[in-house]
């Protein structure tokens, strides 16, 4: 009974683990079958042009637009659709992600400045929502810097200009595009004092927003010029964030004597304050 007992034993683990092989090794189709399989599900350029028209998020109409192989004709599409916006009333909320979408795509195949001046026009057009002028000047500004060589130096700081005195978040925006213009390696001569006049005195004025202020701020700091800037004068009328800023940028540099005296007589307004003042201090 025992040795049939064994037996019996071995036959149940032969099954189980020639079950096992089968499920882990015979249970999966061939890689052919699957490449097919794959090719068969990707949509036609039609489909996925309707599924950004559909679609509820600005990520989703983009990610639909980039599966679309035939550049040309998505070129052409697109430019019919940026045209609608420029003398025409703003089109509905639940069209915007898709608008979005196409001016972000547009400006990535675009392949001459001139191509990139539909951006441009969307980015004045004052009848249009913020949302759509802020993607399209992003977009005519990315790649403005990827185009530089066949494109006028002068003309995104023309609308750069345009935006900085509009009472909005553009103008913000304005600061950021002229700032990462300069990284990429498109400059005028003139421009540089111009620009860092422009930060100093956005930083300056109270009547500026929070954010815009220290986006000036940001800037001066990162292009190393804040050496000549009353921080001490500017810390009692700042936001909690910009002094924050402030103190930020202290601790990145050796503070001089006037400051640390002057650190020593300020009252901390948050912990953060309070932990990087500390540190500049050396305690």
Known sequence: MRRLLVISLCIINACIAAGLLWFVFGNKPDRPMMLEQAARERLSDIEYWEQALSAESFREAL????????LETLKAQATQEIEKLLPADQPPLDRWPFFQAVLQ??????????ELSLLAQITSNTNQPITLRDTAFRSYVENFSRLRAEAQADTPFVLIDKLFIEQNSLAETALQAEHFLAKNGVLLPERALVFKERLKATLRDQQQTESMRIT???ILRETHQLADLPLMQLYPGASVRLQTAILQALTRSDASEAATHWLETIQPTTPEQEQLRLRILGQ
């Open 105 to 114: 795509k547009y400006g990535s195949i675009a392949s001459n400045s001139g």
């Open 63 to 70: 990610f639909q637009l980039s599966q679309i192989e035939d």
């Open 216 to 218: 000036a701020f940001n």
